[in-house]
Nanobody, 123 residues
């Protein structure tokens, strides 16, 4: 059974940093592209970043480049999202997702999803 479990969310102030983690089990982690998506209140879920199976191929939503960094530790079967200079508009539930093969920003192409972790940024 595949499981993705996010952690690290919370309430922070604007300008703070936060690191999210997504621990996986039940899949061959090194063969999967791992991605982060987020969904703000009243909005559709949107792509944040992905790290392909090799770990050397990363891709970000244009609006988040330079503030967010995705990384992975294949030995720990875990993917991370480092978020710096957080803004109130970053408030959302953050989800990790996994798909076998190359990366894509299309959420309908991901096979497995975590339950999400809430990030709230106060002004």
């Amino acid at each position: 059974q595949v499981q993705l479990v996010e952690s690290g969310g919370g309430l922070v102030q604007a300008g703070d940093s936060l690191r999210l983690s997504c621990a996986t089990s039940g899949l061959t982690f090194s063969s999967y592209t791992m991605a982060w998506f987020r969904q703000a209140p009243g909005k559709e879920r949107e792509f944040v970043a992905f790290s392909d199976w090799s770990g050397s191929g990363t891709y970000y939503a244009d609006s988040l480049k330079g503030r967010f960094t995705i990384s992975r530790d294949n030995a720990k079967n875990t993917v991370y999202l480092q978020m710096n200079s957080l803004k109130p508009e970053d408030t959302a539930v953050y989800y990790c997702a996994a798909r076998r093969g190359w990366g894509t920003r299309r959420e309908d192409e991901y096979d497995y999803w975590g339950q999400g972790t809430q990030v709230t940024v106060s002004s």
